[in-house]
């Protein structure tokens, strides 16, 4: 007979997996995001033509498959100079969603990662019964995979739930099911394949592996631990041959070209061959151009570009960042931590297995700081969401068991929509980033050393960059900045010198409306309307003095002066925006800095991260 608790998540899991086969596609924007067409369409290719070459079948099935849009981004590699393309990304994942592609599309691929997540849940139950009662152990599980961003990814057709599986199966069938004795022989093979396959898609998660060679040789039992690394070893040469096999190379990530493309219309040539030049010692060499985009792996060999002020910045966002946070996104994973350090903080496996997460984190942070978040594509930390499964395996006991409560209400407030809408949430000026517009986000740390956050946009004015959320302000050809009326809109004024003071032309969309207008300990309340209104404001210093990568190398740094504007405008009206997309926008009034009062920096401020000082001033007219 099946047992009460086991019937309970069978009947979740049940649902959950049945869930994505009755969508139409699978979620907002009705086209493709991030890097998902070269998965989702190379698992389209295995299961239909047997190979990863890309020809025009293949990108036909674009339209096929979302006829709404066209593809953006789809990466594609070649080592004969863009006259054979093969799909750019590892295979791996879509070999392995390719039955359930072949059998539904889309929401196939979706289905396949729902299994994976639903696997995750009874891995992480029953790791948590060995401490618990089944209900509570249960309770957590799926609260840790299911209200947070474990789940968002799901709908992605992308691999982080691959290697969040890859993390989860490796700890779970590496450290066994009793308790710290050692684990069976035959669950090692299999932690080890799991890891692998995980690895060979992001190399860095074999962090995740340590905690089993830390047990095995704590035990001293070095046949285990030769079984263990013998068949990653062996997986791992499995999975380059397969490669090998398809594309003629071990990995796509070592293909000579690499890059994104965007297709209309899939007759035309997707991309231009380049010229090969030919040596007198008969070897191929492609222009160098070329090769710089072909953003391989081998930036993981080059050394570290970080400064230690970056990683003092950036530490706090990742737990905490309105973007980014850990705790944020992943709330159940602080109810870990915090269950951890009350009962687990003795127990030597939970310590490695706790570093060992936070190691995949600190990787990215180290050896790419401007690009540690997840790139132009991602909700939440979507480079270290692969290793988040690894907390749930320092929990042991769950004492008191209340606090899941608080734990699940703030998971509602934080990230229920990501949850309660996981196709994408129907929202003016959409976003992967919609849900950071709930109000309870305002009181999270902005992480200014992201590069290029999606969902915000901006124009220069007066020598500055006037930046904000998409759906709060639109930039105009005539060099007015739109501000949306109704709400608190918060514009980040970014300057390269410090500013003592700033001229503004502000107009309102109708007459008589009352604007709030903030600027550090600046408060002004005025009566604004059609005609313009020109305000002085004086700064009284930057809100923030920071120290980033200059837009035009990431490995240069300078300083930046942040000022947080803030306006609210209580009426608008709702004006047509004749923009790339026509779109209503709710117009509460206009902004433009006509001139701004700049002060030199003193020229003994060398140093990145140093306060500097205003020794003259200048002016700057827009």
């Given at each position: 007979m099946i047992r009460k608790a086991n019937l309970g998540l069978a009947a979740l899991s049940l649902g959950l997996i049945l869930l994505p086969l009755t969508a139409f596609k699978p979620g907002l924007p009705p086209t493709f995001k991030a890097d998902e067409p070269a998965y989702y369409l190379a698992a389209e290719s295995l299961v239909r033509d047997f190979d990863l070459r890309v020809t025009s079948?293949?990108?036909?099935?674009?339209?096929?498959?979302?006829?709404?849009?066209?593809?953006?981004?789809?990466?594609?590699?070649?080592?004969?100079?863009?006259?054979?393309?093969?799909?750019?990304?590892?295979?791996?994942?879509?070999?392995?969603?390719?039955p359930f592609v072949g059998l539904w599309g889309a929401a196939g691929m979706v289905a396949f990662n729902m299994v994976l997540l639903v696997a995750m849940i009874w891995m992480g139950a029953i790791w948590l019964r060995r401490f618990n009662p089944d209900w509570l152990a249960d309770l957590f599980s799926a609260g840790f995979f299911l209200l947070g961003i474990p789940f968002a990814y799901v709908f992605w057709l992308h691999p982080e739930v691959f290697n969040m599986f890859a993390a989860a199966a490796c700890l779970f069938f590496g450290l066994g099911m009793a308790g710290d004795k050692v684990p069976p022989r035959?669950?090692?093979?299999?932690?080890?394949a799991c890891l692998a396959a995980g690895v060979y898609n992001k190399p860095m998660l074999a962090a995740i592996g340590l905690p089993i060679c830390f047990e095995l040789l704590r035990h001293r039992r070095w046949r285990h631990l030769g079984l263990w690394l013998a068949a990653s070893t062996i997986t791992i040469l499995v999975y380059a041959a397969g490669s090998w096999a398809?594309?003629?190379?071990?990995?796509?990530?070592?293909?000579?070209?690499?890059?994104?493309?965007?297709?209309?219309?899939?007759g035309a040539e997707m991309v231009k061959p380049v010229e090969l030049e030919v040596t007198p010692e008969?070897?191929?060499?492609?222009?160098?151009?070329?090769?710089?985009?072909?953003?391989?792996?081998?930036?993981?060999?080059?050394?570290?570009?970080?400064?230690?002020?970056?990683?003092?910045e950036d530490i706090p966002h990742f737990f905490f960042g309105r973007h980014t946070g850990l705790f944020v996104y992943q709330p159940f994973a602080l109810l870990a931590f915090v269950l951890f350090f009350l009962h687990g903080r003795r127990r030597v496996m939970g310590w490695s297995i706790l570093i060992s997460g936070l190691l995949v984190g600190a990787f990215f942070m180290i050896m790419i700081p401007f690009n540690w978040h997840g790139g132009g594509g991602f909700v939440g930390n979507r480079y270290f969401v692969m290793a988040c499964p690894a907390f749930i395996f320092i929990v042991t006991r769950i004492r008191p068991d209340w606090l899941v409560i608080p734990v699940a209400a703030m998971a509602g407030v934080l990230v229920g929509p990501l949850v309660l809408a996981p196709y994408g949430l129907v929202v003016p000026q959409p976003t992967l980033q919609s849900v950071v517009r709930n109000p309870t986000f305002s009181a999270l740390p902005l992480e200014h050393s992201l590069g290029k956050i999606p969902g915000y946009n901006g124009m220069v004015q007066a020598e500055t960059w006037l930046w904000g959320r998409k759906d709060h302000i639109r930039a105009t050809p005539q060099g007015f900045l739109l501000v949306a009326g109704g709400d608190r809109v918060d514009i980040w004024i970014h300057s390269s010198k410090p500013i003592e003071s700033m001229?503004?032309?502000?107009?309102?969309?109708?007459?008589?409306?009352r604007t709030r207008l903030a600027l550090n300990d600046?408060?002004?309340?005025?009566?604004?309307?059609?005609?313009?209104?020109?305000?002085?404001?004086?700064?009284?210093?930057?809100?923030?003095?920071?120290?980033?990568?200059?837009?035009?190398?990431?490995?240069?740094l300078m300083d930046f002066w942040l000022y947080h504007l803030t306006l609210e405008f209580d009426r608008g009206e709702m004006a047509q925006w004749q923009g790339e997309h026509r779109s209503s926008f709710y117009k509460g009034g206009t902004l433009r800095l006509t001139e701004v009062t700049f002060g030199e920096t003193d020229s003994s401020d060398s140093e990145p991260g140093s306060e500097s000082s205003t020794s003259q001033t200048t002016k700057s007219s827009h």
């Open positions: 079948v293949d990108l036909e099935r674009i339209f096929q498959s979302f006829p709404y849009f066209h593809a953006n981004n789809v990466i594609v590699s070649s080592d004969d100079g863009w006259r054979t393309l093969f799909f750019g990304k590892p295979y791996l994942y879509s070999l392995a969603a390719a035959w669950g090692l093979p299999i932690s080890a398809l594309t003629g190379h071990p990995t796509a990530y070592l293909i000579d070209l690499r890059a994104g493309y965007p297709v209309f219309d899939p008969a070897d191929t060499k492609v222009d160098e151009e070329e090769k710089k985009k072909a953003a391989g792996w081998w930036w993981i060999l080059d050394r570290p570009h970080v400064q230690a002020f970056e990683l003092a001229d503004m032309e502000l107009t309102s969309a109708v007459a008589g409306n600046v408060r002004e309340e005025l009566i604004l309307g059609p005609e313009a209104k020109t305000l002085t404001v004086e700064t009284g210093g930057p809100t923030v003095l920071r120290t980033d990568r200059k837009p035009s190398s990431y490995f240069e």
